[in-house]
């Protein structure tokens, strides 16, 4: 069933047309998170302000629409899913972060994702305390939802230990800011019927001693099955209790407007041992007395998972793992002489077992996260291996630490039982906390059967045989709360739906999650994903890759783009093509977040060569006459300048340039650039041949500077190096447009005429290359066939030489590194580079794709104005805060970004404006 006109209405009302989605495009691309369930929303909103939500609330309890919030889509539960409103929270409006007290707090809006919370605490030294595996990609609002913890922090330090204070929004509409001094007096006047009812069911559990035994001991171990229970012992007034039990709620009691979180440490000194024992009871004893010792991480491994990182080249091993498990620990401490007294004991200790490898404490950083990669790297090994249209299972659970070896074995009887022999189980070993991946076909009937019988035996076993948890960090979801009342009991039970019934008595929020009378929800809605391309189709929809994507907020993301070719047909897929493929920049840096290195944006790109296979003659032409194209675009940008000067011709340009090529100049073209004259052969010793990007070619600046070529020859000059341009380089290209646009043949054909120049001029590889455009040099670095020409960006040969130049340091040099900078690893270059001629340098936490991508920002320009909204913010800010240039490596980005009212240019300029005279006259 669809919504109701009324009820679309009104959501009109409140929402304008690109906030409230009602096409199937994206209505099926929302339709999973990081689960095995896929259910299609009535309609998805994208919310701009959080006042709309509170009215959007008020509007829903009237009309008894069912809402589901939801933030990153990384749960792992099926709880940020609906076949109902679906309300996507992204963008500044939810994205308010303030750091408190010196980073001993921070304030954030749901929007903001736990790494860059990190990020802006790092100057202080301190850090949230959750650390889940997806911190880079879950938002605070997920964290807060799911009481998500981690790796180190345990229960001591999780969402619902480190909450100062919320402001929410409950489903009646009613808002509160918990932290204001007169919050508590204030919701027991304005809402006596829920203050009095949370202190009824205090009340109600106070006089069980039975009742607050077993949640006592329940919590004394991780814990997010159901609701937040503890909240009633931890807290004795109405409020505090409230705001407690929205913390793991997983969004079905009310809306997290924003938070407020201690912070702790960040200690920056670190040691980490990766020890195999003879057996999973050996790990286990050991992680337990080495976590007596203070180890800050203790992460455990079965024979499974070391097979599997054999098998992804992260260990090796003369015989395949049986029986034997491994230990990876982690000591922390904030100074070294600190950090080194700690680890003294634990390395006595380790030695005193038989382990299967030396063991000892590295302070490596290149050591310590090839472990730590290995261990984090399970789970997408495992999901990337699936056979085509099998569920990929991963849950969580936790017992007394003591127990966990007994429990591994137990829960390996299970699976082989049920002949799941495909398996992985790790987990954080110092909390009894322990995953299991697997996957499963779920599609065919005896799979489901298969499914239903494991979860039921692994279930009772766990909660049962062990007391343990059900769910220990990853959220309830649809997933467990079939089991929510086998674990709790029904009288426990009946104060979670008791709960539920308070704040949310006709059940519009996330309606189905936690609470569930379903015994079989478990089983229904599972995902089908159909092949669709080998590049893609290992996805496993974590989510990972969103929030580095340009156009996630203007339209779709990777994962939803991947999630539209898998639910949509080809009459559909066709009308989808402005979201699908000409909104994305195929930039890559999805591949760059993806666990399993999956390049979105190639597939984009495939699909356009598919597309303009008729238009190949055109694209042969331009390559093999580049020459002749490049001098026309000059020229045109020189008709432009002419025509733009009369108000009445700059519309009939503007309207030829939309009709001819596509292109939106309404924010204004480049002046073209000047004729150039440069150095034809080596003027001198150390020679280096200079291959100018056509963008530099032929985009002028449009000021008093020299040209860009210009600038590099003197730069180069100043550290002694004779840069030269043989005139038939001036008409090449490196491929770079051709791949972009779709026509790979005519990319290669133009690649191999260039290094078959580059041979020649550079005696064959001897002299050698930089390119001046990073997105130019990554495509000639990354060039599939082999050459003796060694191609530098200009960026990373400077920084090689950097000994050879002198700066007078001065400003705040703000960089926008470029994606193609990224994905090579560049940006420490460039910051060491940009480092020596600046007092400080800035890269804002914001950084991300700016949407350009070549010529695609003046094709679709809403791309740029979306995916830099967030760092032009900060940019203005540092702007406000002191003198700062702002800087890229590539021409476009610079014209995108300039798009923000800061005006970037290339960093080259700030260079030769801070050499120093002495470095001048000795080149010179």
Not at 385 to 413: F, H, S
Request: proline content about 6%.
């Amino acid at each position: 069933m669809s919504l109701s006109a009324s009820q679309i209405a009104a959501l009109g009302s409140i929402f304008g047309d690109r906030e409230l989605l009602l096409d199937p495009v994206y209505r099926n691309a929302c339709s999973t998170d990081a689960s095995f369930y896929r259910l299609v929303p009535k309609a998805v909103l994208r919310p701009s302000q959080p006042d709309q939500i509170q009215k959007l609330l008020t509007m829903a309890e009237k009309q008894r629409l069912k809402l589901t919030f939801r933030g990153g889509g990384t749960s792992l539960s099926g709880q940020a899913i609906s076949s109902e409103v679906l309300v996507m929270l992204q963008g500044q409006g939810f994205s308010k972060l303030q750091v408190l007290d010196e980073g001993g707090a921070i304030c954030s809006g749901p929007a903001n994702r736990g790494g860059l919370l990190n990020a802006y605490l790092r100057p202080w030294g301190r850090q949230i305390g959750p650390d889940p595996a997806s911190l880079e990609a879950a938002t605070l609002g997920g964290i807060l939802a799911n009481n998500a913890s981690g790796m180190c922090c345990g229960t001591r330090a999780n969402s619902y230990a480190t909450l100062s204070s919320l402001v929410f929004i409950l489903a009646d509409g009613y808002r509160l800011d918990s932290g204001h001094p007169q919050a508590e007096a204030r919701f027991r006047a304005e809402r006596p019927d829920l203050a009095q009812g949370l202190m009824d069911l205090r009340q109600r559990i106070l006089e069980k001693p039975a009742w607050v035994e077993i949640i006592q001991r329940k919590y004394r171990i991780k814990n997010t099955s159901g609701y937040s229970l503890n909240s009633f012992l931890d807290f004795d007034t109405p409020l505090q209790i409230l705001i407690h039990l929205l913390i793991g709620s997983e969004g079905t009691l009310g809306f997290i407007e924003s938070a407020t979180l201690k912070t702790l440490p960040n200690l920056a000194h670190k040691a980490s041992a990766f020890a195999v024992f003879s057996s999973l009871h050996a790990a286990a004893q050991a992680a337990a007395q080495i976590g007596e010792m203070g180890a800050s991480a203790i992460e455990i491994m079965d024979d499974q998972s070391l097979n599997a990182a054999g098998q992804f080249g992260a260990l090796t091993a003369n015989e395949p793992f049986h029986g034997q498990a491994a230990l990876l620990i982690e000591f922390a401490a904030s100074q070294e002489e600190a950090l080194q007294l700690a680890v003294k004991e634990p390395s006595r200790y380790l030695s005193s077992f038989g382990l299967k490898n030396p063991a000892p404490f590295s302070t490596d950083a290149g050591q310590r996260d090839a472990w730590w990669a290995m261990r984090k790297k399970l789970f997408p090994f495992v999901g990337g291996r699936r056979p085509q249209g099998n569920a990929l299972l991963t849950e969580d659970v936790c017992v007394q630490p003591d127990r966990m070896a007994d429990l591994i074995l137990d829960v390996k009887a299970i699976f082989a039982q049920h002949q799941l022999p495909d398996h992985v189980i790790f987990g954080h070993a110092k909390d009894g906390n322990l995953h299991f991946v697997l996957y499963l076909d779920l599609v065919q009937s005896a799979g489901l059967d298969r499914y239903a019988r494991m979860m039921d035996e692994l279930c009772h076993t766990v909660a049962k045989t062990y007391g343990g948890s059900l769910k220990a960090e990853h959220g309830t979801g649809r997933n467990i709360a079939p089991f929510l009342e086998l674990e709790w009991g029904s009288q426990l039970y009946d104060v979670m739906r008791a709960v539920k019934q308070l704040l949310d008595p006709h059940g519009i929020l996330n309606p189905g999650v936690l609470i569930n009378d379903d015994p079989h929800v478990h089983l229904q809605n599972i995902k089908v994903d159909p092949p669709v391309d080998p590049l893609i189709d290992r996805c496993m929809d974590c989510g990972f890759c969103e929030r580095v994507c340009p156009s996630r907020e203007l339209t779709l993301s990777p994962r939803q783009r991947i999630n539209v070719l898998r639910c949509l047909g080809k009459d559909e897929l066709q009308r989808a093509r402005y979201p699908l493929e000409q909104t994305c920049a195929a930039d890559g840096m999805c591949a760059q977040a993806c666990p399993l290195d999956i390049d979105t944006g190639k597939m984009i790109k495939k699909r356009r060569a598919q597309q303009k296979r008729g238009k190949c003659v055109w694209a042969s032409l331009a390559q093999s006459h580049f020459g002749a194209v490049r001098h026309t675009a000059r020229l045109s940008l020189k008709m432009v300048a002419l025509f733009s000067k009369n108000p009445l011709s700059k519309r009939v340009v503007s309207t030829a340039a939309k009709h001819l090529a596509g292109y939106d100049i309404s924010s204004g073209l480049p002046p073209a650039q000047e004729r150039l004259s440069l150095p034809k052969g080596p003027e001198g010793p150390n020679p280096v041949l200079y291959f100018p990007s056509c963008v530099n070619l032929t985009l002028g600046n449009g000021k008093s500077r020299d040209p860009l070529p210009h600038a590099v020859v003197k730069l180069l000059a100043h550290g002694g190096f004779s840069a030269f341009c043989p005139p038939e380089l001036l008409n090449q290209c490196c491929g770079t447009p051709f791949f972009s646009k779709g026509f790979p043949d005519s990319g290669f054909a133009a690649q191999d005429r260039l290094f078959s120049i580059l041979e020649k001029h550079t005696d064959r590889g001897r002299i050698p290359v930089v390119c001046d455009v990073s997105p130019c040099a990554y495509e000639m670095t990354h060039r599939e066939k082999g050459s003796s020409v060694v191609v530098q960006d200009l960026i990373a040969f400077l920084a090689e030489n950097l000994n050879r130049f002198a700066f007078n340091t001065r400003d705040l040099a703000v960089l926008h590194p470029t994606c193609s900078a990224t994905k090579s690893g560049l940006v420490p270059a460039f910051r060491q580079v940009m480092g020596a001629a600046a007092q400080a340098v800035e890269i804002p936490h914001h950084w991300n794709c700016c949407g350009m991508a070549g010529d695609r920002g003046w094709l679709v320009p809403e791309l740029v104005a979306s995916a830099i909204q967030s760092e032009a913010a900060e940019a203005e800010f540092m702007d406000q805060a002191q003198k700062a240039a702002f800087l890229s490596s590539c021409k476009t980005c610079e014209l995108a970004m300039s798009r923000s009212g800061r005006t970037y240019e290339s960093y080259v300029y700030f260079l030769l404006d801070r050499m120093t005279k002495k470095e001048v006259s000795s080149c010179s």
